[in-house]
């Protein structure tokens, strides 16, 4: 697996578990007093997650002149 795929990968799973996190704790919210914790971080991830996937095109766009 050549570096440019790898972090293709990487991106890609990156985003999966911030969004993943962020549905997880809106979906199941919280408990208590973690509650409002939770869901700052919950919001946290998904501003991180769709910042990726921004990232991610940005990265395949210019990485499309670099041979595999």
Request: proline content about 0%.
């Amino acid at each position: 697996m050549s570096l440019k795929a790898f972090h293709i990968f990487f991106i890609a799973m990156s985003i999966l578990i911030t969004l993943g996190f962020a549905a997880w704790v809106l979906v199941g919210g919280g408990v208590g007093e973690q509650q409002s914790s939770l869901h700052l971080m919950a919001v946290f991830s998904g501003l991180l997650g769709i910042g990726l996937i921004g990232y991610g095109i940005h990265f395949v766009r210019k990485s499309r002149d670099i041979i595999i």
